[in-house]
């Protein structure tokens, strides 16, 4: 058996997935030279408890492609609401132009980590990889994790959600 083709186009596929809300991250690791590397990624989420996995998924395009495909460990940023930005900061230029001016530390697992109050932060050990259309899935175990009490970015439809928290 195999999938039919698409009874759709691709923008009406965006419109549909973009019905879909999502937090927002920035994905961090270090290069063989100890540089970092980094991109805002919104294909984060949960799979296991027990072990603790995450997922998310990063385009063959992608100019960390080569890093992410090679390195043992990495970390996830949860960005908070405020922090638009810098979403948008790791969505564009170059490596070297996105941590101008952004505070960096080391994870305990030796990675590169934004030094600044996120939403929630999770290293992670990858254990597995799988190639599925344009993009590479990634399974991340988590060693460590953290939180604040920041509210979460929120994104959908190709935007920002910038409503005022009611609660
Ligand atoms: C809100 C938002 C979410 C994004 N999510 C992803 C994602 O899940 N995977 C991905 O590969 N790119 C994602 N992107 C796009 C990358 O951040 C963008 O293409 C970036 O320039 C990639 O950089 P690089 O290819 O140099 O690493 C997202 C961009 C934005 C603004």
């Known amino acids: 058996m195999s999938a039919t083709s698409p009874s759709f186009d691709s923008p009406e596929f965006r419109r549909a997935l973009g019905r ?16 970092p590397v980094g991109l805002t990624v919104s ?5 296991s408890l027990d072990p603790p996995l995450v997922v998310w998924s990063l385009s063959r395009g992608s ?13 996830i940023q949860v960005l908070g609401a405020d922090q ?10 170059s490596h070297a132009e996105r941590f101008n001016g952004v505070p960096l530390t080391q994870a305990p697992n ?3 980590r934004l030094d600044m109050r996120c939403a929630a932060w999770f290293e992670c050990f ?6 599925e259309g344009d993009h590479i ?9 953290a939180h604040t009490e ?3 970015l929120v994104y959908h439809a190709g935007g920002y959600d910038l409503t005022p928290n009611m609660s």
Request: charge should be positive; aromatic fraction near 10%; include cysteine.
């Open 20 to 35: 879909f809300a999502t937090g927002v991250t920035i994905v961090t690791s270090s290069k063989a030279d100890g540089s």
């Open 43 to 47: 294909s984060f989420n949960s799979v």
């Open 63 to 75: 100019s960390s492609l080569a890093t992410f495909e090679r390195c043992d460990r990495y970390v």
């Open 84 to 93: 638009m930005l810098l979403a948008n900061k790791f969505a564009r230029g």
């Open 110 to 112: 030796g990675t590169a």
């Open 126 to 131: 990858n254990r597995s990889r799988y190639d």
């Open 137 to 145: 899935v990634f399974v991340g175990q988590v060693e460590h994790c």
């Open 150 to 152: 920041a509210l979460p």
